[in-house]
């Protein structure tokens, strides 16, 4: 379900300036104030800002230094930061347009005139008004400020850009990282929208994110949401009291139907519980509606790596091998390089040692699905879709189902001239890609659109996640937010953990890493090397845990 887009930034100022208004001098520690309810905003994080007013005879620079340093304060509607800005002004900027992440050792100020004063920064990521985090996506920026003085001498900034800036190291304790929740096409899985939001309130920001907006532009075509468009917030501001959200839905909502008022609970529950949120108390004009969660499909996938030795292939623990009925007796039909199986664990996806791209299930069938040259390793999806391309070939996408009907996946990666790895998510909405676009090896990912038997058809426009260096070796997604990439430069080998909708980390991987898969975590990833070593990383380090591994397979999840 589609809604229009609508912008956020406005509807949650409101938000704030409402429930500020009725918490006015709430203090952070000791008894709560007379009139409060206690419990009416989540605890706060366990670190926070406390940025300092400006102080008397300051310059304009340092004016503007501390007006940027206050943007960590987000409290009462960032209220120290407006203490820098004229009367005027102080009404009217919008700290929530977005916030630019930088090096705060590279930023550099300047002053062109008198009343003027301008900061450049390096940006490493930005936030939009609606909490989409993307990084890289401005360089370098020039911010103007315009100065005055009062008639106390004191100087004060008249127009200055709506938004905030944060260093690296700042932003994870001003921000959050959190998941609106949305339905894929089928009402089987949760899936998550990855969004970043201050800290303080952040269950009203969820709410508001989720009931009045809408998902990323890239992901919106292969998501459903059961919250209809008529259906809003009768009141902006999220109490939390106890882990319980009392989340008031406009009067429409009453005329819903009852499996629809459960989803919208599902959405809204899964989507605050990062905030501590156990249950949500749902009305509509403060009437209450009953409802309760449906059941979702879980994307978990069996923390034991799932291996071909000589011995067969199956579950490996310790020494001991555990065999997939059906599937492992069919899998000594094939010389497999590479094997992703199926949620229900009665297919793979197999490239092979000659280079096809075969469908293998557990009543024992082999179906050659590609046999194009220079395949990359294939994926498969809960609908049972083979997707298979060329490296050198991005755009001949294509996803062969059981009945081995091919079917081309348009619009796919149309700007990219290689693709070195792909992988479909485990709710089977999106797909992620390590390609080369004008010459640079990225990770992207892009929204599945299928028809209503699930069949795709093509793919949304991509979103980049970020800039890698070297050959990219192999791709798995770690959980349902988190992708992991294989890299290698010469004889270093580097795994890059992205999330989607966030930063990145890299480190080192062992030498001759070939393959990656991951369990339900980034803590759970294993790493494969070209001799048959396998690896899993132990706090920062790796640790071989088996050898003579031939293939180490990836999992879509787990039997239902």
Same mark, same amino acid.
């Given at each position: 379900?589609?809604?229009?887009?609508?912008?956020?930034?406005?509807?949650?100022?409101?938000?704030?300036?409402?429930?500020?208004?009725?918490?006015?001098?709430?203090?952070?520690?000791?008894?709560?104030?007379?009139?409060?309810?206690?419990?009416?905003?989540?605890?706060?994080?366990?670190?926070?800002?406390?940025?300092?007013?400006?102080?008397?005879?300051?310059?304009?620079?340092?004016?503007?230094?501390?007006?940027?340093?206050?943007?960590?304060?987000?409290?009462?509607?960032?209220?120290?930061?407006?203490?820098?800005?004229?009367?005027?002004?102080?009404?009217?900027?919008?700290?929530?347009?977005?916030?630019?992440?930088?090096?705060?050792?590279?930023?550099?100020?300047?002053?062109?005139?008198?009343?003027?004063?301008?900061?450049?920064? $390096?940006?490493?990521?930005?936030?939009?008004?609606?909490?989409?985090?993307?990084?890289?996506?401005?360089?370098?920026?020039?911010?103007?400020?315009?100065?005055?003085?009062?008639?106390?001498?004191?100087?004060?900034?008249?127009?200055?850009?709506?938004?905030?800036?944060?260093?690296?190291?700042?932003?994870?304790?001003?921000?959050?990282?959190?998941?609106?929740?949305?339905?894929?096409?089928?009402?089987?899985?949760?899936?998550?929208?990855?969004?970043?939001?201050?800290?303080?309130?952040?269950?009203?920001?969820?709410?508001?994110?989720?009931?009045?907006?809408?998902?990323?532009?890239?992901?919106?075509?292969?998501?459903?949401?059961?919250?209809?468009?008529?259906?809003?917030?009768?009141?902006?501001?999220?109490?939390?009291?106890?882990?319980?959200?009392?989340?008031?839905?406009?009067?429409?909502?009453?005329?819903?139907?009852?499996?629809?008022?459960?989803?919208?609970?599902?959405?809204? $529950?899964?989507?605050?519980?990062?905030?501590?949120?156990?249950?949500?108390?749902?009305?509509?004009?403060?009437?209450?509606?009953?409802?309760?969660?449906?059941?979702?499909?879980?994307?978990?996938?069996?923390?034991?790596?799932?291996?071909?030795?000589?011995?067969?292939?199956?579950?490996?623990?310790?020494?001991?091998?555990?065999?997939?009925?059906?599937?492992?007796?069919?899998?000594?039909?094939?010389?497999?390089?590479?094997?992703?199986?199926?949620?229900?664990?009665?297919?793979?996806?197999?490239?092979?040692?000659?280079?096809?791209?075969?469908?293998?299930?557990?009543?024992?069938?082999?179906?050659?699905?590609?046999?194009?040259?220079?395949?990359?390793?294939?994926?498969?999806?809960?609908?049972?879709?083979?997707?298979?391309?060329?490296?050198?070939?991005?755009?001949?996408?294509?996803?062969?189902?059981?009945?081995?009907?091919?079917?081309?996946?348009?619009?796919?990666?149309?700007?990219?001239?290689?693709?070195?790895?792909?992988?479909?998510?485990?709710?089977?909405?999106?797909?992620?890609?390590?390609?080369?676009?004008?010459?640079?090896?990225?990770?992207?990912?892009?929204?599945?659109?299928?028809?209503?038997?699930?069949?795709?058809?093509?793919?949304?426009?991509?979103?980049?996640?970020?800039?890698?260096?070297?050959?990219?070796?192999?791709?798995?997604?770690?959980?349902?937010?988190?992708?992991?990439?294989?890299?290698?430069?010469?004889?270093?080998?580097?795994?890059?953990?992205?999330?989607?909708?966030?930063?990145?980390?890299?480190?080192?991987?062992?030498?001759?890493?070939?393959?990656?898969?991951?369990?339900?975590?980034?803590?759970?990833?294993?790493?494969?090397?070209?001799?048959?070593?396998?690896?899993?990383?132990?706090?920062?380090?790796?640790?071989?845990?088996?050898?003579?591994?031939?293939?180490?397979?990836? $999992?879509?999840?787990?039997?239902?």
């Amino acid at each position: 379900m589609m809604k229009p887009t609508r912008r956020l930034g406005a509807l949650v100022t409101a938000a704030m300036l409402l429930l500020l208004a009725a918490c006015a001098g709430l203090p952070t520690t000791g008894p709560v104030n007379p009139g409060i309810a206690p419990g009416e905003e989540p605890p706060p994080p366990d670190f926070f800002y406390i940025p300092e007013g400006p102080q008397p005879g300051a310059s304009p620079e340092e004016i503007v230094r501390g007006f940027v340093e206050a943007g960590t304060g987000p409290a009462d509607n960032w209220a120290t930061a407006r203490l820098f800005l004229s009367t005027s002004l102080a009404e009217t900027w919008d700290p929530t347009a977005g916030v630019t992440v930088d090096d705060r050792g590279d930023r550099a100020y300047a002053e062109p005139a008198a009343t003027e004063v301008s900061l450049t920064v $390096q940006a490493d990521a930005t936030v939009n008004d609606t909490g989409a985090y993307e990084t890289g996506a401005s360089g370098v920026t020039t911010l103007e400020f315009h100065l005055a003085q009062r008639d106390d001498g004191e100087w004060r900034i008249t127009k200055a850009p709506d938004g905030i800036v944060l260093g690296a190291d700042q932003f994870p304790n001003v921000y959050g990282e959190y998941s609106l929740m949305y339905f894929d096409p089928t009402w089987t899985y949760l899936v998550p929208d990855v969004r970043w939001f201050p800290t303080i309130n952040a269950a009203t920001w969820i709410a508001n994110a989720l009931v009045g907006g809408d998902p990323s532009p890239w992901l919106a075509e292969a998501v459903s949401t059961a919250i209809p468009e008529s259906v809003t917030l009768s009141r902006p501001s999220v109490p939390v009291s106890g882990g319980v959200a009392d989340v008031d839905l406009s009067r429409s909502a009453l005329g819903l139907e009852q499996d629809g008022l459960d989803r919208i609970y599902t959405q809204l $529950q899964a989507s605050l519980l990062a905030t501590g949120v156990t249950e949500v108390r749902l009305t509509a004009d403060s009437t209450p509606l009953a409802a309760e969660p449906v059941p979702v499909r879980s994307t978990r996938v069996s923390t034991s790596p799932l291996v071909l030795t000589a011995e067969g292939f199956g579950f490996l623990s310790g020494d001991d091998l555990t065999a997939i009925e059906g599937l492992s007796a069919a899998m000594t039909q094939v010389d497999a390089a590479a094997v992703q199986v199926a949620p229900d664990r009665d297919a793979a996806a197999v490239s092979t040692t000659g280079g096809e791209v075969v469908r293998v299930d557990a009543a024992g069938d082999v179906l050659v699905v590609d046999d194009r040259a220079g395949l990359i390793d294939p994926s498969i999806d809960p609908h049972g879709y083979v997707w298979s391309v060329p490296r050198e070939d991005p755009s001949g996408l294509i996803a062969t189902g059981a009945d081995g009907v091919a079917v081309t996946v348009a619009d796919a990666f149309p700007d990219s001239t290689e693709i070195a790895a792909l992988a479909v998510s485990r709710d089977g909405t999106r797909v992620a890609a390590v390609l080369s676009v004008n010459g640079r090896l990225g990770i992207q990912v892009a929204g599945i659109v299928r028809d209503t038997d699930g069949v795709p058809l093509r793919l949304a426009d991509p979103f980049s996640l970020g800039s890698v260096s070297g050959a990219g070796l192999s791709l798995a997604w770690l959980d349902d937010t988190t992708v992991a990439a294989l890299t290698r430069s010469g004889t270093d080998v580097t795994l890059v953990e992205q999330a989607v909708g966030g930063p990145g980390a890299s480190v080192t991987a062992p030498s001759g890493t070939v393959s990656v898969a991951g369990a339900n975590t980034d803590a759970t990833v294993r790493l494969r090397s070209d001799d048959g070593l396998l690896f899993v990383r132990r706090a920062t380090n790796w640790e071989q845990t088996a050898a003579d591994i031939l293939v180490l397979a990836t $999992q879509q999840g787990s039997p239902s």
